[in-house]
């Protein structure tokens, strides 16, 4: 396994660092036994202590947990166990499809963009139909998946939409957490216009 641990703006110890290294690497070799890269960074607010964790695993998918505590100790004991919890998930729901993938993931380059919030519209009157004002940029991937796949990833990864290619048809679809707790998926060569 590759660990990279790190703090950002403060110093990690080297006892902190075995400590991270061995617990992790017991959790992770319950639920994968092939090589995985291991991304463990600290950080400081005012209190607390955040611990974010970001597993790669051997399928091609990427499993994330995030925790803080007032203890850099108690931040990673209380982000582990979320990591476990996403890891034990992750291998029941394939063992229930009885789904293993021999390949790893396929993933497309693709361009991420971080445009800025607009506060001001009324203030900005007419040009508030200008192009926005791009802050960020970075390359991201995306993954070849199932739709099942997709919605198991979302969930590892915590967020709330991920953009994928469907490996039944190589479309870019869309699977999105809705208000209601469902799972929406948008597939645009499922819709009617396009039939």
Same mark, same amino acid.
Request: aromatic content about 6%; glycine content about 4%.
């Given at each position: ?42 950080? @400081? ?7 974010e964790?970001?597993? $790669?695993?051997?399928?091609? *998918?990427? &499993? #994330? =947990? ?17 990591m ?6 992750? @291998? ?10 021999? $390949?790893?993931?396929?993933? *497309?380059? &693709? #361009? =991420? ?15 508030a ?9 970075m ?17 590892? &990864? ?29 597939d645009p060569?499922l ?5």
């Amino acid at each position: 396994m590759n660990f990279k641990v790190s703090g950002k703006q403060i110093d990690i110890g080297e006892a902190l660092r075995e400590h991270v290294t061995d617990e992790m690497t017991a959790t992770i070799e319950k639920y994968a036994q092939r090589p995985t890269d291991i991304t463990v960074v600290f950080s @400081k607010d005012a209190y607390n202590y955040t611990c974010e964790a970001i597993v $790669n695993l051997p399928t091609g *998918l990427t &499993a #994330q =947990a995030k925790a803080a505590a007032t203890d850099i100790y108690a931040a990673f004991d209380l982000c582990l166990e979320k990591m476990d919890k996403q890891l034990r998930r992750h @291998k029941r729901r394939l063992r229930d499809h009885q789904k293993k993938r021999a $390949n790893p993931i396929e993933t *497309l380059p &693709a #361009q =991420a963009y971080i445009l800025a919030a607009n506060e001001d519209e009324e203030e900005e009157g007419a040009e508030a139909g200008a192009d926005p004002v791009i802050i960020a940029e970075m390359e991201t991937r995306i993954p070849s998946l199932s739709v099942s796949e997709a919605v198991m990833q979302m969930e590892l &990864a915590g967020s709330p939409v991920l953009v994928f290619r469907n490996e039944r048809d190589n479309g870019i679809n869309v699977v999105y957490r809705r208000d209601d707790g469902n799972i929406g998926w948008i597939d645009p060569q499922l819709s009617p216009s396009a039939r």
